[in-house]
């Protein structure tokens, strides 16, 4: 009877010490479009490891495979991430057709043969596109987002990413794809739900222009956006691939792009999950050399690790508790807002160079603690089961 319960203690060891990853969404070009290269995803990636007033966020999210300038080279972020020790959620550019995806398939499977097992440590998973199907729906037609992808095409590529990776050492990397809340909450979509392990979910309040998205309700409408997502995961765990509050910008409905209110939405939305579920802001810097409109760069147009709004967590942050139609924390339940279609989409996976980096909270080392307790408790349970029977 012991043996009966092996399977479970080591689900639930697994579990227990599952990494919660934080960081940034880094593009593979400067906004002049000048391609990055090894020594500049180092300097991004070592900014974001020494921010000022945060600590622990070492990820980088990538929406592509191939290094710029190059046909189906792997990415020179790879050996970047590689000397920083920096995690990677890879990336899979899949809105350019089978052709080009071909070349991030081999791209891929090259940097498995070069980098092998120093690869496969730093691997948080791999997404299969990014917004196509939001740039493919009508919402996504209307806000002229680029060119998309139908749901079939996803399912397709994803089933040829695990095709490469099957038999490699990243063979048990998990496989998801990235999208606005809008498009996963649409039915025709399930079958990219049922083709993933895990959700990515792309929400920013200043898009939803069709709503109140001013920055006092930002919290409710982010959070409505996560559990829409979450409530439609079919089970899998959603993943907060893209968020954050532009520092300049137009005004987008009620939503006033401004440091003061990236800020207060850093404060409210990213303190909120930091630590607890897997998250890549938007973004380290945008900014170099032209800034964009809106520019989502927490340091500006240098690349500094003083950023341009303190980073430190407030004390009384609002925890966030997944709660199907609503949002709630650990303190207090907030109300929730209508789901609404909206913008959604800003194209910073598209020409938009993203620099990012990762900033992070003492709060992560609290959530672990707590995380640890209750792991701990969980293993005392299992192994009583183990003695009674």
């Known amino acids: 009877m012991f043996t009966s319960y092996l399977p479970v203690l080591a689900a639930y060891v697994a579990s227990a010490s599952a990494a919660v990853y934080q960081g940034f969404n880094y593009g593979s070009t400067f906004t002049n479009g000048t391609a990055m290269v090894q020594a500049d995803f180092e300097a991004l990636f070592t900014t974001a490891k020494n921010l ?45 057709g089978q052709a080009e995806f071909s070349d991030e398939l081999e791209a891929l499977s090259n940097a498995i043969t070069q980098y092998g097992p120093k690869l496969t440590s730093l691997l948080a998973g791999i997404s299969v596109g990014s917004e196509d199907l939001y740039r ?43 999208d606005t809340w809008t498009a996963w909450v649409n039915g025709s979509n399930d079958a990219v739900i049922s083709a993933v392990d895990f959700l990515g979910v792309d929400a920013y309040p200043y898009f939803q222009n069709t709503e109140a998205n001013s920055i006092d309700v930002s919290y409710d409408v982010f959070f409505q956006a996560y559990n829409n997502t979450a409530g439609a995961a079919q089970g899998k765990p959603v993943w907060i691939t893209e968020t954050g509050w532009p520092v300049s910008g137009n005004t987008s409905n009620l939503a006033v792009a401004s440091i003061p ?14 630590g607890d579920i897997n998250t890549w802001w938007f973004t380290l810097d945008d900014s170099w050399p032209n800034t964009p409109s ?10 500094s690790t003083t ?30 807002t209508t789901a609404n279609s909206g913008s959604l989409s800003q194209g910073s996976e598209t020409g938009t160079p993203t620099t990012a980096s990762p900033s992070s ?13 209750v792991a701990l408790a969980g293993l005392v349970v299992v192994v009583g089961l183990m003695l009674s029977s």
């Open 52 to 96: 000022q007033g945060t600590s622990g966020f070492t990820s980088a999210r990538l929406y592509t495979m191939v290094q710029g300038g190059t046909t189906n080279s792997p990415t020179d972020a790879i050996p970047a991430a590689i000397a920083t020790q920096t995690t990677l959620l890879l990336g899979l550019w899949a809105s350019a």
């Open 136 to 178: 493919n729906s009508p919402i996504g037609i209307e806000n002229l987002s680029g060119v998309g992808a139908n749901p079939s095409d996803i399912v397709s590529y994803i089933k040829q990413v695990r095709s490469t990776i099957a038999n490699t050492p990243i063979s048990g990397t998990p496989v998801g794809h990235v």
């Open 361 to 373: 909270t003492n709060k992560s080392d609290a959530s672990k603690n707590i995380f640890d307790t």
């Open 294 to 303: 809106p520019s989502f760069g927490i340091v500006g147009s240098t690349l």
């Open 307 to 336: 950023p341009l709004f303190n980073l430190t967590c407030p004390s009384n942050v609002k925890k966030f508790v997944y709660s199907s139609g609503t949002s709630s924390t650990s303190n207090t339940t907030s109300s929730s």
């Open 261 to 274: 209110n990236a800020q207060t939405y850093w404060d409210q939305v990213g303190c909120a999950v930091f």
